[in-house]
T-cell receptor
Framework: AQTVTQSQPEMSVQEAETVTLSCTYD???????LFWYKQPPSRQMILVIR??????QNATENRFSVNFQKAAKSFSLKISDSQLGDTAMYFC??????????????FGKGITLSVRP | DVKVTQSSRYLVKRTGEKVFLECVQD?????MFWYRQDPGLGLRLIYF???????EKGDIPEGYSVSREKKERFSLILESASTNQTSMYLC????????????FGEGSRLTVL
């Protein structure tokens, strides 16, 4: 079974600064996806970024980027130029790939990020 | 835009009541999911469905059942609600095959007294 660990329950960052959210996972699979999801207060959860394990290049989406270390089973999210709208709960998630499967994700416990004005 | 609509944002029920949580998606997605979100526990998968009338147990199916009679609708049923089922329930959908991108509803916060 796969596990996803987010060891920091809360973080805070000053507006316009950079923050990194940590995530580690455990799997014996070689082919998988990793994700960061964002859940703003009282709003629905949305996908922030996705990384395919077979790609060595780290994924980026505007101000969001990841540091994917496959050997270390680490997958951190870096948010640059933090904005007040980045205040949310962030979940790291794992999905293994196998023939015929559909998207079944395993989520971490989440981290609450507060951006201070 | 993909829209996943959960019928009730807030519900208060009594122990032993039968509870229905409804979820409808408008993007013709094959896959639908019910998660439960609790502080310090993250999201845990209750049930999922790959197709109409198909269902599979997730990680915590005990005390729950589901129904998917139409592609766009996925219902979560608590046959006899208990206080330990007080939680936030999230419905999600995704297109097949594998993408990993889930589209979530706003959630239904259920309190069982």
């Amino acid at each position: 079974a796969q596990t996803v660990t987010q060891s920091q329950p809360e973080m805070s960052v000053q507006e316009a600064e950079t923050v990194t959210l940590s995530c580690t996972y455990d799997t014996s699979e070689n082919n998988y996806y990793l994700f960061w999801y964002k859940q703003p207060p009282s709003r629905q959860m949305i996908l922030v970024i996705r990384q395919e394990a077979y790609k060595q290049q780290n994924a980026t989406e505007n101000r969001f980027s990841v540091n994917f270390q496959k050997a270390a089973k680490s997958f951190s999210l870096k948010i640059s130029d933090s904005q007040l709208g980045d205040t949310a709960m962030y979940f790291c998630a794992f999905m293994k790939l196998h023939t015929g499967a559909n998207s079944k994700l395993t989520f971490g416990k989440g981290i609450t990020l507060s951006v201070r004005p | 835009d993909v829209k996943v609509t959960q019928s009730s944002r807030y519900l208060v029920k009594r122990t032993g009541e039968k509870v229905f949580l409804e979820c409808v998606q408008d993007m013709d997605h094959e896959n639908m999911f019910w998660y439960r979100q609790d502080p310090g526990l993250g999201l845990r998968l209750i049930y999922f469905s790959y197709d109409v009338k198909m269902k599979e147990k997730g990680d915590i199916p005990e005390g729950y059942s589901v129904s998917r009679e139409k592609k766009e609708r996925f219902s979560l049923i608590l046959e006899s609600a208990s206080t330990n089922q007080t939680s936030m329930y999230l419905c999600a959908s995704s297109p097949g095959p594998v993408t990993g991108e889930l589209f979530f509803g706003e959630g239904s916060r259920l309190t069982v007294l």
